[in-house]
């Protein structure tokens, strides 16, 4: 029995309550409301009562409690009631009891005892609610709740387990009854989640509505002691008994290894990337040395200057993989810091005078795959050296303009301006005097995109292409 309803029951004086008085306000009550006597038998039912049995207080007096209850529930309701007259406590009992039409409705009773004024017992009075739209609630919460495939567990507001299913008992390796009736800090961990408390009764009432994967973990104890990570899904339902709260969990102890494992192998991933780019970059700073040495032996100025072209080209190559090593994206490539190392180099390597040529770089943010950014380097290679060579005459100074970015159809645009020397008229027979264009056309191909020659101030040449992200 309850101690609530033992500490704190209420006690009848007879000779506080006048008869007809007691009988007018029972009468009146919402309630079913009953009376027994000393001997177990009941002397009144409210209208109340007997609208709901449809009986009149004649056929009721006597054996009306017990005429109407179901056969399946007599047994042990008359257990409860006898013992309660024996110790003269007050009780609470759920059964069905038989309505006017035949149909059975659940209904919670409980009863007190009741002492005349010189303190002799009198009997019991009782009062019944009609329960049955609550219970079938909470059984179609408990076969939805039964069906999940997540532990779950129904708690009440004063903190006790009031439903499970067999995954939770899974999960912790409780029974089912050893947990119903249970406070839920029975489960918590002796460690906090970082930045909240335990698993218990304030962390649910106090917690919004959580999804299954919005994040909200917190660590949980099994009925061994054992601790396990969970994710924990919270929601607030109205069960028709008061407000409650729903807990989703779910083991997520193989989904932690399983990313630890994968984290393991992508950073070794990334340490292999970054010796083979590493490794890339010093054997193509080879090469470059060796084609410098090369050229320092050649005496021919048109074989020399093929020379230096080829040596250049190496160290676009080189430079993108730098780039690559010095980041912690080995997939994508930082255009601009891969320009800002390149230009100057480039303006040095031409032997063009200091302040007279201007380089403005337009690409922030911009990062293109390696397979798209070691085209587009050389491209930037050949058609800056164009410019350093041919757009401005001895003497002369004036801006090259790297720019990157999207168009409005969605392409990525690469284009290299100058406002040197305007291109002649035939620009055709430029493209096939001249090496660098030639291979600026080949490189556009070999990325899907195309070359597009303006020869306005300033002229600018342009490479469109699909691939890559900005």
Not at 106 to 117: E, H, Q, S, T
Not at 186 to 191: E, G, H, I, N, T
Not at 222 to 231: I, S, T
Not at 238 to 264: H, K, N, Q
Request: proline share 4%.
């Amino acid at each position: 029995m309850p101690d609530s309803l033992v500490a704190g029951a209420p006690v009848l004086r007879e000779e506080e309550q006048p008869e007809q008085l007691f009988r007018n306000m029972a009468n009146s009550a919402p309630v079913l409301l009953w009376m027994a006597g000393t001997d177990g038998l009941c002397s009144f039912f409210n209208e109340t009562w007997l609208s709901f049995t449809g009986r009149s207080l004649d056929q009721e007096r006597g054996v009306g409690w017990a005429e109407g209850v179901h056969p399946e529930d007599f047994e042990t309701c008359m257990d409860t009631y006898m013992q309660s007259f024996r110790v003269r406590a007050a009780f609470e009992m759920i059964y069905r009891l038989r309505r006017h039409d035949g149909t059975y409705r659940w209904i919670l009773d409980r009863g007190v005892p009741r002492y005349l004024p010189d303190g002799q017992f009198a009997g019991y009075i009782g009062s019944c609610a009609d329960i049955t739209d609550a219970r079938t609630q909470r059984e179609r919460l408990r076969q939805v709740v039964e069906c999940s495939p997540s532990a779950t567990l129904l708690v009440s507001a004063e903190g006790c387990i009031v439903l499970v299913n067999a995954q939770a008992e899974h999960i912790f390796g409780y029974a089912r009854e050893e947990l119903l009736g249970q406070p839920v800090e029975v489960l918590a961990s002796d460690v906090a989640a970082p930045g909240q408390g335990g698993f218990g009764t304030e962390f649910l009432l106090q917690a919004k509505a959580h999804p299954l994967g919005s994040g909200m973990e917190i660590s949980l104890r099994r009925k061994d002691g054992g601790e396990f990570p969970a994710e924990v899904a919270v929601s607030a339902i109205d069960t028709g008994e008061g407000p409650m709260v729903l807990a989703a969990i779910m083991d997520i102890s193989e989904r932690r290894e399983r990313m630890a494992r994968i984290e393991a192998a992508l950073r070794e991933k990334d340490l292999m990337l970054g010796e083979i780019h590493h490794r890339v970059k010093n054997n193509l700073q080879i090469i470059h040395s060796l084609l410098e040495m090369q050229s320092r032996r050649i005496e021919d100025p048109v074989v020399r200057e093929a020379l230096e072209g080829s040596r250049n080209r190496v160290r676009s190559m080189s430079l993108i993989h730098q780039t690559l090593y010095q980041s912690q994206d080995f997939e994508q490539v930082d255009f601009r810091s891969f320009l800002e190392l390149l230009l100057p180099m480039l303006m040095e390597s031409s032997g063009a005078e200091s302040g007279q040529i201007r380089l403005d770089i337009e690409a922030a943010q911009v990062t293109i795959p390696i397979d798209i950014a070691i085209p587009c380097g050389l491209i930037v290679n050949e058609l800056v050296t164009n410019a350093l060579k041919h757009a401005f005459p001895r003497g002369s100074g004036g801006t090259i303009r790297v720019s990157l970015g999207p168009d409005a159809d969605g392409r990525t645009v690469l284009c290299v301006a100058d406002d040197g020397v305007p291109l002649a008229d035939d620009v055709s027979g430029y493209e096939k005097k001249s090496l660098g264009l030639k291979l600026v056309n080949l490189l556009a191909d070999q990325i899907g995109g195309s070359l597009q020659i303006s020869r306005s101030a300033p002229k600018q040449f342009i490479v469109r292409f699909q691939r890559g992200k900005v």
